[in-house]
């Protein structure tokens, strides 16, 4: 059953995320999948997508504001016509305390309808910042916001702006953090319980930025996300990371990483609004893994899914 638009006046009721499809198991696609998509259809019930890297951002106020990467968006077309897209976007930047991107908000919609994707989401994080020309600048990598009273509120109001523009629930994903902000207000579940309950946003839970940032910061994982109110968790992401310099990063490096099998199981078992279970790796890391290694962690994410399911 596809959510309607009731979603758009607001909120997103607990019932709108209950009837949303259960899709299964899919990848996150990037530029090194072409030729797995072409051979390997069965292995997947969605494909989830990044759309920004299928235009070119001209920059604010340029008309026509975004223009189609042609190639792969004739590939995505074709994907649509055979399997359900998920949208996972990365230009929200839904943290820039001084700016929110309206253009990129109605593009997002634009997406939503053309591809009639059951959710879409974004991270809670920023990514753009006001350089001193005025124009946004891009940070590199998304920026974890502070769990904060004022922050809660900012987002409140842009997730809600969201929700009035696109009439389909939407995801925020939790982030990986490598440096501990000192006095925050909340706890990162505190904050996600309280954003979510607040404005009916669902939760895209990455797995592996959890056991990222367990491993870092000394935490026990499957207590954190416990301590999630799992009925709000729509789409899970799995990962491989990679020891450096005395950290553990979420480079998505090939396989899963071992623990995060158990903590999907865990989240899968007791996620009971969870659709989705998207595999994600860094596309130069294909030639290692294959299309064989790509399909070995769809097949092993699948045993989970089934074994609750
Ligand atoms: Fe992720």
Request: hydrophobic share 40%.
């Amino acid at each position: 059953m596809t959510p309607t638009a009731a979603a758009s006046t607001g909120p997103v009721s607990a019932d709108l995320l209950a009837a949303l499809p259960r899709y299964g198991v899919g990848v996150l696609y990037n530029a090194a999948l072409p030729g797995f998509l072409e051979d390997s259809w069965e292995e997947l019930d969605y494909l989830a997508v990044i759309p920004d890297r299928f235009w070119t951002d001209e920059g604010e106020g340029q008309v026509p504001r975004y223009t189609p990467v042609e190639a792969p968006t004739d590939l995505l077309d074709r994907v649509a016509r055979r399997l359900p897209i998920v949208g996972h976007s990365v230009g929200l930047s839904i943290g820039s305390a001084e700016m929110f991107d309206d253009e990129h908000v109605r593009q997002i919609a634009d997406w939503q309808r053309r591809y009639r994707m059951a959710w879409h989401s974004d991270h809670l994080s920023f990514l753009r910042v006001k350089g001193l020309d005025a124009h946004s600048q891009l940070a590199g990598l998304p920026i974890p916001v502070p769990y904060d009273h004022e922050v809660l509120d900012l987002l409140a109001q842009r997730v809600e702006q969201v929700q009035r523009a696109v009439p389909v629930p939407f995801l925020l994903e939790n982030n990986v953090y490598y440096v501990d902000l000192p006095d925050q207000d909340m706890t990162e579940p505190e904050f996600l319980n309280r954003l979510m309950h607040r404005t009916g946003c669902g939760l895209l839970l990455d797995v592996h930025n959890v056991h990222c940032n367990a491993t870092n910061h000394g935490f026990d994982p499957r207590e954190f996300i416990h301590a999630l109110d799992l009925t709000r968790v729509v789409e899970v992401h799995i990962a491989g990371g990679s020891d450096m310099a005395g950290m553990y990063t979420d480079s998505h490096a090939g396989p899963v990483a071992e623990p995060v099998w158990e903590l999907l199981d865990d989240v899968v078992a007791h996620a009971p609004n969870l659709c989705a279970v998207t595999f994600e790796f860094d596309e130069s890391y294909f030639p290692a893994l294959k299309s064989a290694g790509v399909r070995a962690e769809l097949r092993h994410a699948r045993e989970v899914w089934e074994r609750h399911h």
